[in-house]
């Protein structure tokens, strides 16, 4: 397991995450821990969690995957352990707070009570990367960054990361971090992948030039590029299938941006070249998404342990030249395979 260095932080983590947003709901935790265990046993020592997770988000189920994480991460060695998680910040629509009031805002009270909580819920006395769930792209810039320079000086969080944001919200709060000396952001979570590729535009100018990295979620496309949903599939128990039999319009649009003709002849052209290649289509787009220059980690999923074997196979993998090209081509020949959502203009 090859490993990169976390934008200009001491962190370096392997180059594959092992992400959790089903523990709680679609993986029960006996499942999770066995995949825990595997992705480590392989050589993963990088995993990502939020305090909202699991996905699908329910009140009843906030922070029962960071309590799974937890019970887990108490039986190993804890520095041998990356271990990222999220406040949920603002949620576009997507959470609407239980409990807390003001919950979607960051700014220093959220801020400091949602670290201790998530703290609680790992069972742990540090998180060594802290990100941004959703960004607030209010006035609290500052007031953000400071809470978190604070909660960084108490030895409760050591490096600073986004998700789900902007060029422009990337380079405002780096920017804010210049002016006043304030903790700076090193990653960015977003989501890439061989039908959404438009972090290779912009964002990838800001990564590369401002040192940030990116870490890449849903490098499948949500199971779109293992080609489970090809020729009509739904397959029972996924999260597209559930999102349009039995979610809110919020997530029906979701699975259709996902789920449509474009980014399933997308789906079609990547599993016939992984055929010629002889690998799994997940091997291959795992392995596209983790060779980016301003990529440092590529986070992967599973709801089953026997969904990591494939994943877990592009690990040291490096495409030739000759297979770049063949998916620069897909590419070509159907551009932006998946719309853009008006609330994440990356």
């Not at 819920?121 to 998180?127: A, E, H, M, P, S």
Request: aromatic share 6%; net charge neutral.
């Amino acid at each position: 397991m090859n490993r990169r260095r976390l934008g200009k932080s001491g962190l370096v983590v392997s180059e594959i995450c092992m992400g959790t947003m089903t523990f709680g709901d679609q993986t029960e935790e006996s499942m999770a821990h066995r995949i825990l265990d595997t992705a480590y046993e392989h050589g993963v020592d990088f995993f990502d969690t939020a305090e909202m997770y699991p996905v699908p988000p329910h009140a009843k189920t906030f922070g029962v995957t960071e309590e799974i994480v937890g019970r887990w991460l108490k039986h190993k060695p804890r520095d041998s352990v990356i271990l990222a998680t999220k406040i949920t910040g603002a949620g576009h629509g997507w959470f609407v707070p239980p409990v807390r009031h003001g919950m979607t805002t960051l700014d220093r009270h959220q801020i400091t009570r949602a670290v201790e909580q998530s703290l609680k819920r790992l069972q742990t006395d540090y998180i060594d990367l802290y990100q941004t769930h959703w960004p607030d792209h209010g006035m609290r810039h500052q007031e953000t960054l400071a809470a978190m320079t604070a909660l960084r000086d108490a030895g409760k969080i050591r490096v600073l990361g986004s998700s789900n944001d902007t060029c422009w919200g990337l380079m405002k709060n780096l920017w804010t971090s210049s002016e006043t000396g304030l903790m700076h952001m090193d990653t960015i979570q977003n989501n890439f992948s061989l039908i959404n590729r438009r972090c290779e535009s912009e964002l990838a100018q800001v990564c590369r030039q401002e040192q940030v990295s990116l870490l890449p979620y849903s490098p499948l496309a949500g199971g779109v590029l293992s080609g489970k949903y090809n020729d009509g599939n739904f397959p029972e128990g996924a999260r597209f299938s559930h999102y349009l039999q039995h979610g809110k319009e919020r997530q029906k649009k979701m699975a259709r941006r996902f789920v449509n003709d474009r980014t399933l002849e997308v789906a079609f052209r990547v599993k016939a070249l992984a055929g010629e290649l002889g690998m799994h289509p997940v091997t291959l787009a795992t392995a596209w998404s983790k060779q980016h220059d301003f990529v440092a980690s590529t986070i992967i999923g599973a709801s089953d342990e026997g969904q990591l074997k494939d994943s877990l196979a592009a690990a040291g993998l490096t495409l030739d030249p000759e297979t770049i090209l063949k998916l620069e081509e897909i590419e070509i020949e159907i551009p932006n395979a998946m719309p853009e959502d008006g609330l994440r203009r990356l």
